[in-house]
């Protein structure tokens, strides 16, 4: 009688051990790296799509805490703590606004899937926070976040395209390319 009451056991992610649970999270939030790394032509059945329909919002909290920490290190001693507080709090509410907006509109889009969506596509400018650090001359990093704003905002716009109605596609992704503008800027001043 045991032993068929144990066969009828399904392991969930609450019994299986630590590091499998760390494990399958790591790979979940590289494998969303992966989709805003190489921006493609999103459709409704996209890979890149599905695979930010399973939301989490491990991936943008390290992406965001990443950022802060870049402008933090790169403040005067002054303002380092609002500087960081800035860089955590604005990309949360910035996405915050954006999601509200996409979903006012029409869009197909659960709050956290865009929430996450948005955090994810903040890699690229993060890893921008870091490069910038390396070198100190205004070209180099002028052009570093340049490039990578357009490639934040064509991440997500693709994105965020596919899960908006088609007549209110531009009020869809105006703000959003003006959230990016923004972090941009926070980059550029540091």
């Not at 870049?70 to 703590?81: C, E, Q, Y």
Request: charged residues 15%; proline residues 4%.
């Amino acid at each position: 009688m045991a032993a068929a009451a144990q066969s009828h056991y399904i392991e969930t992610s609450l019994d299986e051990p630590v590091w499998r649970t760390l494990w399958r999270d790591l790979k979940r939030v590289l494998e969303k790296l992966f989709h805003v790394l190489i921006p493609r032509v999103w459709s409704h059945k996209s890979k890149g799509v599905e695979a930010l329909r399973d939301w989490d919002l491990w991936g943008p909290l390290i992406i965001c805490l990443l950022l802060a920490v870049m402008l933090f290190l790169g403040a005067d001693d002054k303002s380092k703590g609002l500087i960081f507080a800035a860089a955590f709090i604005i990309p949360w509410l910035g996405a915050g606004v954006v999601t509200l907006n996409s979903v006012l509109l029409g869009g197909k889009i659960s709050f956290f899937q865009a929430i996450c969506l948005l955090g994810y596509c903040v890699f690229p400018l993060a890893v921008a926070a870091l490069l910038v650090r390396l070198w100190d001359n205004w070209v180099y990093k002028g052009v570093l976040v340049g490039v990578t704003f357009v490639w934040s905002t064509f991440s997500s716009v693709g994105f965020f395209a596919a899960l908006v109605p088609p007549n209110r596609k531009a009020l869809a992704t105006y703000p959003v390319f003006l959230f990016y503008l923004i972090i941009a800027w926070m980059i550029l001043q540091s």
